[in-house]
């Protein structure tokens, strides 16, 4: 009798104590989330704007469970970033593809040059200029003869009036047979001339050295 007594006299502390279990199991399996994915994806390493994300995909929990719901719903966020790293890894891959700036190119000698067809060397494909880069491909025919190539030239005309006026010099490397220029598309609107191709190596020192290329207009 006295038994009972008690219990009935502290009954309020089973509530309690059933309180703090289910608040420590509530605790237990958020905090079994954190570990397994965190809330935000975890950046452990940025360099050259290549994202490294560090997650898990094995769960061996059942559908109904808390737990793998809330993971479930952090691995959709974590998906649309990889999306993004993906982007990102391609946009660097295709930049250290890319021809370098030829640094050292000189004439010392050239005047001007002289314009020669590039149709028995190369093809030539140039991309939209409504895009954040211009990609300017060249597909040489024959090998061989790059070995007597000294660099390549992206030359920019703003065609106003009838009228070309400079937007753009460079000089490239050579990377092989295919090979890719690109640049920021820094353009303002308008119509524009590209002119792309390569001189040889016996042309350097000529007063009017040989520039064998390929012209196309394209419009912003």
């Given at each position: 009798?006295?038994?009972?007594?008690?219990?009935?006299?502290?009954?309020?502390?089973?509530?309690?104590?059933?309180?703090?279990?289910?608040?420590?199991?509530?605790?237990l399996?958020?905090?079994?989330?954190?570990?397994?994915?965190?809330?935000?994806?975890?950046?452990?390493?940025?360099?050259?704007?290549?994202?490294?994300?560090?997650?898990?995909?094995?769960?061996?929990?059942?559908?109904?469970?808390?737990?793998?719901?809330?993971?479930?719903?952090?691995?959709?966020?974590i998906?649309?970033?990889?999306?993004?790293?993906?982007?990102?890894?391609?946009?660097?891959?295709?930049?250290?593809?890319?021809?370098?700036?030829?640094?050292?190119?000189?004439?010392?000698?050239?005047?001007?040059?002289?314009?020669?067809?590039?149709?028995?060397?190369?093809?030539?494909?140039?991309?939209?200029?409504?895009?954040?880069?211009?990609?300017?491909k060249?597909?040489?025919?024959?090998?061989?003869?790059l070995?007597?190539?000294?660099?390549?030239?992206?030359?920019?005309?703003?065609?106003?009036?009838?009228?070309?006026?400079?937007?753009?010099?460079?000089?490239?490397?050579?990377?092989?047979?295919?090979?890719?220029?690109?640049?920021?598309?820094?353009?303002?609107?308008?119509?524009y001339?590209?002119?792309?191709?390569?001189?040889?190596?016996?042309?350097?020192?000529?007063?009017?050295?040989?520039?064998?290329?390929?012209?196309?207009?394209?419009?912003?």
């Open positions: 009798m006295k038994v009972k007594v008690l219990i009935d006299k502290y009954k309020w502390l089973t509530t309690i104590f059933w309180i703090i279990i289910t608040a420590t199991v509530t605790w399996i958020d905090k079994s989330c954190d570990r397994i994915i965190p809330e935000d994806p975890v950046v452990v390493r940025e360099v050259l704007d290549t994202i490294k994300i560090v997650h898990s995909y094995d769960f061996g929990l059942p559908n109904d469970s808390v737990v793998h719901a809330k993971l479930r719903e952090r691995l959709d966020n998906e649309l970033v990889e999306e993004y790293e993906n982007k990102i890894i391609k946009q660097i891959k295709e930049r250290r593809e890319s021809n370098s700036l030829k640094l050292d190119a000189s004439f010392p000698n050239a005047k001007g040059y002289s314009q020669k067809s590039a149709v028995p060397y190369f093809s030539l494909n140039i991309s939209s200029l409504q895009n954040d880069f211009i990609e300017i060249l597909s040489f025919i024959n090998e061989s003869v070995r007597y190539i000294y660099c390549l030239s992206l030359k920019i005309f703003k065609v106003e009036r009838d009228k070309e006026c400079y937007v753009l010099d460079e000089h490239y490397n050579v990377n092989g047979k295919e090979n890719l220029i690109r640049i920021v598309n820094t353009l303002p609107k308008g119509l001339k590209f002119s792309v191709g390569f001189t040889f190596k016996k042309d350097r020192n000529a007063v009017y050295p040989n520039v064998y290329q390929l012209s196309k207009m394209l419009e912003k």
